[in-house]
């Protein structure tokens, strides 16, 4: 054998065999799964901790799930009662910084598994974006808990929060100190604008009450948030009243901002000011009409302030989805038949959706009228009614928590085995379900078979029947549970 044959493409044989080995590997070691050599603690530690934050938690932990779980380890502390706002202001004035970023974080509050999740992974996120930016964590070991200062004395509510320290000098102007502010975002309904302020309002009058003209720091307040369209729509709902509210619960004509930009109280020189804050709506994508969205943006540029969305709206979803719907020959949008006014037949299309969620109620809405503005787009001189569209668009709903798992007990253990081989034996069983219990899988699977008998009663008319099915909802663990049920009955 010649030299040259021993070889492949300019590779030692023996190479090339490892490396062939190592890519029909790859999906085996994907597969390998991780064996944490960790021990368990049990045992909580005391430990000592920064001026104010003294809650264990990793960088990672839900910060909710993180003042709960120490407020089970130490009841007798009481210390997840939260710092009052004045301790709080004291510790906003030792920190000596001219200028503090407030980063106001809204994040769903509940107890469910979802949520928890939900908040896991934007710490994590918002924490990795501080990262990027060049700020750490003073103390990466501990969270505070401020009491909420908008909440009854004596009320339980608290505000989780952590301090970042800027660690570059390479940008002298950028603030060295950040403030993050955990906030429900359930708390702030239905007013969630006139509520940030006063949270805000509190704080700055506070801070003033702790500190003189030569060491009081610049509060300056930007939001991420909110985390749902529900309140993105109550902030609408606001400024589309009549009135201009003051962070203190005053009103003011809203076309006359300056008169209150104008008023000074004797408070620390800022009084009934209005208070300043950019918002980033990372989580809301409902749209509310280009009415409502200019009116708001004018109301933040009035104040100097800025609203931008940093992640596309249903309506640009749904185009997409179109778009795609039409390449795959499951079109519902009507087109004209050749020389013909009577139009082709449509795809029909299923639509099943969270009907608890102005989220989960809104998509199908918003994907009937894409259907109603592209026909239109297309066939300038037709018209057709949205009612119309709902004989080939078939929208169904469903309660969030379709496998009735609720939160456990704070005073109890982790569920017993009992109850999860009873949960593991629930979503194997192929026949409808008894109508008891929590669960919702007998509406689930006879949600499937009235959804087959539809697509049945459509192909024998010789229509082309159900095309496509869409799952619509923010909550993944239901969404799966939905396409189990899906699955055996539409499997292509």
């Not at 706002?85 to 510790?91: E, L, S, Y």
Request: net charge negative; hydrophobic share 35%.
């Amino acid at each position: 054998m010649s030299r040259e044959d021993k070889s492949l493409s300019g590779l030692p044989v023996s190479g090339s065999i490892v490396a062939i080995a190592l890519l029909l590997g790859l999906g085996f070691v994907s597969q390998i799964s991780f064996h944490p050599s960790r021990p368990k603690q049990s045992l909580h530690v005391k430990e000592a901790a920064l001026e104010g934050e003294n809650i264990q938690a990793r960088l990672w932990q839900d910060p909710f799930e993180a003042i709960a779980r120490h407020e089970k380890a130490y009841p007798e502390t009481k210390v997840c009662q939260g710092q009052q706002i004045d301790a709080f202001a004291q510790q906003i004035v030792n920190k000596g910084a001219k200028e503090i970023v407030v980063l106001g974080v809204m994040v769903f509050g509940g107890p469910y598994a979802e949520e928890a999740e939900t908040r896991t992974r934007y710490r994590y996120a918002a924490l990795s974006a501080l990262g990027r930016l060049k700020y750490v964590p003073e103390d990466e070991l501990h969270l505070g808990s401020l009491k909420d200062p908008l909440e009854p004395v004596g009320g339980p509510k608290v505000i989780p929060y952590e301090w970042f320290e800027r660690t570059s000098e390479d940008e002298p102007d950028a603030p060295k100190k950040i403030l993050v502010l955990w906030l429900n975002d359930d708390n702030f309904f239905p007013e969630p604008l006139m509520r940030l302020g006063q949270l805000m309002h509190i704080l700055e009058e506070a801070v003033c009450q702790k500190s003189s003209a030569l060491n009081r720091p610049q509060l300056i307040l930007k939001v991420l948030g909110p985390a749902g369209s529900r309140n993105l729509k109550a902030m609408f709902d606001e400024v589309s009243s009549d009135f201009y509210m003051y962070p203190c619960g005053a009103t003011a004509e809203f076309g006359n901002p300056k008169a209150m930009f104008d008023e000074v109280s004797s408070n620390c020189g800022r009084g009934k000011w209005p208070v300043y804050f950019d918002m980033y709506s990372w989580g809301s994508t409902a749209e509310f009409g280009a009415d409502k969205e200019a009116l708001f943006r004018d109301w933040c540029f009035s104040r100097g302030n800025c609203f931008i969305r940093t992640i596309g709206t249903d309506g640009a979803l749904i185009d997409a989805l179109l778009e795609e719907l039409r390449l795959r020959d499951a079109d519902p949008v009507p087109e004209e038949a050749l020389d013909s006014d009577d139009w082709q037949e449509p795809a029909s299309v299923a639509l099943i959706s969270e009907w608890d969620t102005f989220y989960g109620r809104s998509l199908p809405e918003t994907f009937v009228r894409k259907i109603k503005a592209r026909y239109e787009h297309e066939f300038p001189r037709k018209k057709i009614e949205e009612s119309k569209i709902h004989e080939w668009v078939y929208p169904f709903s469903y309660m969030r928590g379709l496998d009735g798992a609720l939160p456990e007990p704070t005073t109890s253990g982790n569920p017993t085995a009992t109850t999860q081989e009873t949960r593991q034996s629930d979503t194997r069983k192929e026949t409808v379900e008894r109508p008891e219990g929590n669960s919702q899988f007998d509406y689930l699977r006879r949600l499937a078979r009235q959804l087959r008998q539809l697509d049945t009663e459509s192909r024998r008319k010789g229509k082309p029947g159900i095309r496509a099915i869409g799952v619509l909802g923010g909550d993944v663990y239901d969404k799966l549970l939905v396409l189990q049920a899906m699955y055996r009955l539409f499997p292509n």
